[in-house]
């Protein structure tokens, strides 16, 4: 029998029916079976990930990518899903995207959007023995105090990430945005005494004052447009105007925000999005020096907008390495870059490891 007309024998459960929408909807099916499998519809590590973050916008939960992997039917991931209560459910803002090993787990520290499926597709790279963790921002959490800042941020996910792993040593790594988030984590993990291993920053921004303008804007679209072929071109103008309009947006919404905390109703400020919250967040942060040594990956096609923030960043931390990266801003934690970042955060972490002679992750 297939695995289409046997889930015409029954009805399905309500997660079945949801995850079996979100599947359809990705893979562009009319209907899916409960035996079918993902891979066998046409799904491949890219949709993978694309389901991930479906998966976690339409269940709130987070399903390690090697999970997906493993329960490949509707059925079985249906049942995974069904399974992750909130006993299954140990902490408010770390989930898991690679489960299992015993090895220190590497931390990945969530950007504007607030969800940790930023960093998915990483963990099909990683070895065996090593977890990997996103931190996700959880804007109906009751214990935040608005307007809120990174500080606060990063004193509530310092305690969550020792209490998972108290002896440490704790490897942190954020992009963009995230990766002044991670910044100020480190600084707060060091400040409770725990040990911070290797703290990585993948192409963010200064902190004093520099913004992205029109003039950044068109001259890296300029940059860009060297590199295409002709046939891209419809595309990519397609995406360039729809990258345009959202920066319109979002300049809108932040002046929006910013005025509904000026006229004193901060409580207001929770209900305009999480990329507003964290926005007012990481515009109102300045960084102090950290006490330790700091790994910058730059993404070296972005000739404009990266200027001055190697420099900016190696004036905060005790010493700086950098990574340099053959590719744009917004490709540098995209999948064609992953196994990079993936061998070169093992690399990283395993020569820590070594110097400090550390054996498991108790």
Known sequence: MSGLSASLER????????????WQRILKRNQIGLEEDFFDLGGDSLLAALALSEIEKVFDKVVPMD????????????????EMTEDHEKFQFLVPIKSGGEKSPLICVHTMNGEATTYHHMGGFMDDDRPVYGLRFKNSWKGWRYPLDFEQ???????????????????????????????????????????????????????????????????????????????????????KMLTILRFTGRKFLEKSHRMLLKWGRPAWAKYTGKAQVLGWAFSNYQPTPYEGPLHYFEATRDKISSEGRVEYWKSLAEELVLIPMACFHKEISGKENSEFLSHKMTELMEDYRADQGISLFL
């Not at 009805?11 to 979100?22: H, I, K, V, Y």
């Not at 999970?67 to 991931?77: A, G, I, N, P, S």
């Not at 509530?156 to 209490?163: G, H, P, S």
Request: aromatic content about 10%; hydrophobic content about 40%.
């Open 11 to 22: 009805a399905l459960t309500p997660t079945e029916a949801l995850l079996s929408d979100t």
């Open 67 to 82: 999970v997906f992997f493993e329960r490949t039917t509707l059925k079985d991931l249906a049942a995974y899903l069904d």
């Open 153 to 239: 941020l990063a004193q509530k996910y310092a305690e969550e990430i020792l209490r998972m792993n108290p002896k440490g040593p704790h490897h942190l790594m954020g992009y963009c945005s995230g990766g002044v988030l991670a910044f100020e984590i480190a600084r707060v993990l060091k400040q409770k005494g725990g040990q911070v291993g290797i703290l990585a920053i993948l192409d963010a921004s200064n902190k004093n004052g520099q913004k992205h303008s029109w003039k950044t804007i068109w001259i890296n679209a300029f940059h860009q447009l060297k590199q295409k072929k002709v046939r891209e071109l419809p595309y990519w103008v397609s995406k």
